[in-house]
């Protein structure tokens, strides 16, 4: 049986994926691991169902992961990664050396990095590729589809990740807003995307007494400043988030600062800030004009367009609570699968 060269470069990318998870174990700086003890060691026993730390903590028992050397752990869940990508599909062209393809081959070995030990984001990444999945399905009704999707992103939040039932809120803003027949609709949807973001951060703050970005950014950030080596990357806000118009402000800094991270240049010292900077630069670049493309393929039984608005809404939701740079890469990471979807949407579309 022949293999199509778009296999063999994927097969080749899980090979030196594996290698790279082996040597991450020996060269990754010891704040990479800064989750990976909670998680492995439940120091203040945090084990449960609900939250992220405490469902990680238990999937990490309840599968016996937590037993394994790092290496095999990295091995295993960076092979179990490629499989849902080689599961999700693979593009027609996939070996031709075009900046499409190159940021994808760049995230896969991210893809190895990140997950060469326990970490919360390969939860995530198997959510994500549950949904993926869900679109792929045509099989299932359009609305049925929809329907399921929005309710496993608000079920995720409440059991997992809170910012998730923001971005089931956000997906269903952008789809009315592109409705409605805007002449840009691109950028009008993300523009009423991020003022929804605004508004609710706000009522929480009248609620609770603190806005969501100074209760989670912000305040992370506060205690790092001068500590971890990832506060040399933190997105601080130039205005005091505190005040109604410095959240506002700051939730719109955020949105550039971890999709079009330009401002991100002046770490000109720190080639592994500079590699992220350009390659998320690349890739929102892309994804924003794959997804004027979809939108102009209206919105009537769109299952594509549903995911460059949950999407985007994940974009949205990272302006308001990432705290740097890294972070930010990392938990893109997390989302793979639907990134790798909606930049091949047209080849997979084409496959069905």
């Not at 998870?21 to 084990?47: A, G, K, Q, W």
């Not at 998730?164 to 592109?178: D, P």
């Not at 670049?285 to 809404?313: M, P």
């Amino acid at each position: 049986m022949k293999i199509s060269k778009s296999n063999l470069v994927f097969y080749a990318l899980l090979v030196f994926g594996i290698f790279v998870s082996v040597i991450s174990f020996y060269i990754l700086p010891d704040h990479f691991y800064n989750d990976t003890r909670t998680l492995v060691f439940d120091e203040f026993n945090e084990i449960g169902l609900v939250g992220s730390y405490p469902f990680t903590i238990w999937f990490y028992n309840f599968t016996g992961l937590k037993h394994l050397h790092f290496i095999l752990i990295g091995i295993i869940q960076y092979v179990i990664a490629l499989y849902m990508l080689f599961k999700v599909g693979i593009p027609e062209r996939f070996y031709r050396l075009t900046i499409k393809n190159l940021l994808v081959y760049f995230a896969i070995v991210m893809v190895a990095i990140f997950l060469s030990m326990p970490s919360k984001e390969f939860i995530n990444f198997i959510f994500i590729f549950i949904i993926v999945r869900l679109f792929k399905k045509q099989e299932r009704g359009y609305l049925s589809t929809i329907v399921i999707v929005l309710t496993l992103l608000l079920f995720f939040g409440y059991f997992f990740r809170p910012y998730y039932i923001l971005i089931a809120i956000l997906s269903v803003v952008l789809f009315l807003v592109s409705k409605v027949n805007f002449k840009n609709k691109k950028i009008t949807t993300l523009f009423y995307g991020i003022l929804v973001a605004i508004i609710m951060s706000l009522s929480y703050g009248l609620v609770k007494g603190k806005f969501i970005s100074q209760k989670t950014r912000e305040d992370l950030n506060e205690t790092r400043i001068g500590g971890e080596q990832s506060a040399n990357s933190a997105i601080v806000s130039p205005l005091d988030s505190s005040t109604w118009y410095g959240e506002s402000f700051g939730i719109v800094y955020g949105f550039f600062s971890v999709n079009i991270p330009v401002n991100g240049l002046r770490h000109f010292m720190s080639p592994q800030i500079i590699l992220f900077v350009i390659w998320q630069l690349f890739l929102f670049a892309i994804l924003f004009l794959r997804y004027g493309r979809c939108l102009k393929d209206g919105t009537y039984q769109n299952r594509e367009l549903w995911a460059f608005f949950v999407l985007f809404s994940y974009f949205i939701v990272q302006g308001v609570f990432e705290p740097d740079l890294g972070s930010a890469v990392r938990h893109k990471i997390g989302i793979l699968p639907l990134i790798y979807f909606v930049l091949y949407y047209d080849s997979f579309r084409k496959k069905v």
